[in-house]
Protein backbone atom coordinates (compact mmCIF):
# COMPACT_ATOMS: atom_id res chain seq x y z
CA UNK A 1 0.00 0.00 0.00
CA UNK A 2 1.53 3.26 -1.33
CA UNK A 3 -1.69 5.51 -0.82
CA UNK A 4 -2.12 6.77 2.87
CA UNK A 5 -5.87 6.07 4.33
CA UNK A 6 -7.48 8.36 6.13
CA UNK A 7 -10.44 7.54 8.62
CA UNK A 8 -12.19 9.48 11.47
CA UNK A 9 -14.48 11.89 9.86
CA UNK A 10 -18.11 12.09 11.02
CA UNK A 11 -21.23 14.28 11.26
CA UNK A 12 -20.75 16.57 14.14
CA UNK A 13 -22.67 19.84 15.83
CA UNK A 14 -21.13 22.93 15.53
CA UNK A 15 -18.65 23.72 18.52
CA UNK A 16 -17.74 19.92 18.26
CA UNK A 17 -14.58 17.80 17.74
CA UNK A 18 -13.27 15.50 15.54
CA UNK A 19 -9.55 14.01 15.31
CA UNK A 20 -8.57 12.72 11.48
CA UNK A 21 -6.13 10.22 11.69
CA UNK A 22 -4.32 9.32 8.43
CA UNK A 23 -2.12 5.51 8.02
CA UNK A 24 0.87 6.16 5.43
CA UNK A 25 3.15 2.87 4.41
CA UNK A 26 6.69 2.86 5.72
CA UNK A 27 8.39 4.42 2.24
CA UNK A 28 6.02 6.58 1.81
CA UNK A 29 6.02 8.61 5.77
CA UNK A 30 9.33 7.59 6.81
CA UNK A 31 11.46 10.74 6.33
CA UNK A 32 8.30 12.89 4.49
CA UNK A 33 6.46 15.58 5.66
CA UNK A 34 2.44 14.93 6.24
CA UNK A 35 -0.31 17.09 5.41
CA UNK A 36 -3.93 17.60 5.28
CA UNK A 37 -5.90 19.35 2.89
CA UNK A 38 -9.74 19.56 2.32
CA UNK A 39 -12.28 20.47 -0.31
CA UNK A 40 -15.62 21.78 0.17
CA UNK A 41 -18.62 21.15 -2.15
CA UNK A 42 -17.72 23.47 -5.12
CA UNK A 43 -14.90 24.54 -4.31
CA UNK A 44 -10.93 23.77 -5.09
CA UNK A 45 -8.89 21.68 -2.70
CA UNK A 46 -7.10 23.65 -0.31
CA UNK A 47 -4.40 23.33 2.51
CA UNK A 48 -5.09 23.11 5.87
CA UNK A 49 -1.79 22.02 7.95
CA UNK A 50 1.36 20.23 7.33
CA UNK A 51 3.63 18.80 9.38
CA UNK A 52 7.50 18.07 8.78
CA UNK A 53 9.08 14.73 9.70
CA UNK A 54 10.65 15.49 13.12
CA UNK A 55 7.57 17.58 14.01
CA UNK A 56 8.60 20.61 15.66
CA UNK A 57 7.72 22.82 12.35
CA UNK A 58 4.23 23.04 11.66
CA UNK A 59 2.04 25.79 9.51
CA UNK A 60 -1.61 26.09 9.19
CA UNK A 61 -3.75 27.68 7.43
CA UNK A 62 -5.27 30.95 8.45
CA UNK A 63 -8.66 29.10 8.65
CA UNK A 64 -7.42 26.27 11.02
CA UNK A 65 -5.11 28.48 13.26
CA UNK A 66 -5.76 28.01 16.97
CA UNK A 67 -8.74 25.39 16.29
CA UNK A 68 -7.13 22.54 14.44
CA UNK A 69 -3.71 21.09 16.04
CA UNK A 70 -1.50 17.85 13.54
CA UNK A 71 0.82 15.83 15.19
CA UNK A 72 2.62 12.13 14.35
CA UNK A 73 3.69 9.14 15.62
CA UNK A 74 6.27 8.02 13.95
CA UNK A 75 6.46 4.70 15.13
CA UNK A 76 2.66 4.15 13.89
CA UNK A 77 3.30 5.50 10.80
CA UNK A 78 0.64 7.91 11.12
CA UNK A 79 -0.40 11.33 11.48
CA UNK A 80 -3.53 12.96 13.09
CA UNK A 81 -5.09 16.38 12.41
CA UNK A 82 -7.50 17.29 15.80
CA UNK A 83 -10.37 19.58 14.88
CA UNK A 84 -11.86 21.15 17.79
CA UNK A 85 -14.64 24.65 18.13
CA UNK A 86 -15.58 23.20 14.19
CA UNK A 87 -18.03 25.21 12.40
CA UNK A 88 -20.39 24.27 9.54
CA UNK A 89 -17.52 26.20 6.99
CA UNK A 90 -15.54 23.69 7.86
CA UNK A 91 -17.72 20.88 6.21
CA UNK A 92 -15.85 18.89 3.23
CA UNK A 93 -13.65 16.26 2.26
CA UNK A 94 -10.75 16.34 4.37
CA UNK A 95 -7.00 14.50 2.47
CA UNK A 96 -4.09 13.25 3.53
CA UNK A 97 -1.09 13.81 2.14
CA UNK A 98 2.83 12.90 2.34
CA UNK A 99 5.55 14.43 0.93
CA UNK A 100 8.30 17.10 0.97
CA UNK A 101 7.41 19.67 3.10
CA UNK A 102 7.62 22.59 0.59
CA UNK A 103 6.21 20.66 -2.15
CA UNK A 104 3.29 19.82 0.24
CA UNK A 105 2.46 23.78 1.42
CA UNK A 106 2.01 24.51 -2.17
CA UNK A 107 0.04 21.53 -3.13
CA UNK A 108 2.16 19.03 -5.06
CA UNK A 109 2.58 15.90 -2.64
CA UNK A 110 3.71 13.30 -3.79
CA UNK A 111 0.86 11.04 -2.63
CA UNK A 112 -2.79 11.53 -1.61
CA UNK A 113 -5.59 9.85 0.34
CA UNK A 114 -8.90 9.07 -0.88
CA UNK A 115 -10.25 11.56 1.89
CA UNK A 116 -12.69 11.04 4.70
CA UNK A 117 -15.98 13.70 4.65
CA UNK A 118 -16.40 15.92 7.62
CA UNK A 119 -20.11 17.47 7.88
CA UNK A 120 -20.56 19.53 10.90
CA UNK A 121 -24.13 20.84 11.21
CA UNK A 122 -25.35 24.04 12.66
Known amino acids: QVQPVESGGGLVQAGGSLRLTCAAS????????MGWFRQAPGKEREFVAV????????VYADSAKGRFTISRDNAKNTVYLQMNSLKPEDTAVYYC???????????????WGQGTQVTVSS
Open 51 to 58: INWTGPNT
Open 26 to 33: GRTFVNNA
Open 97 to 111: ATGRFGAILIGKPDY
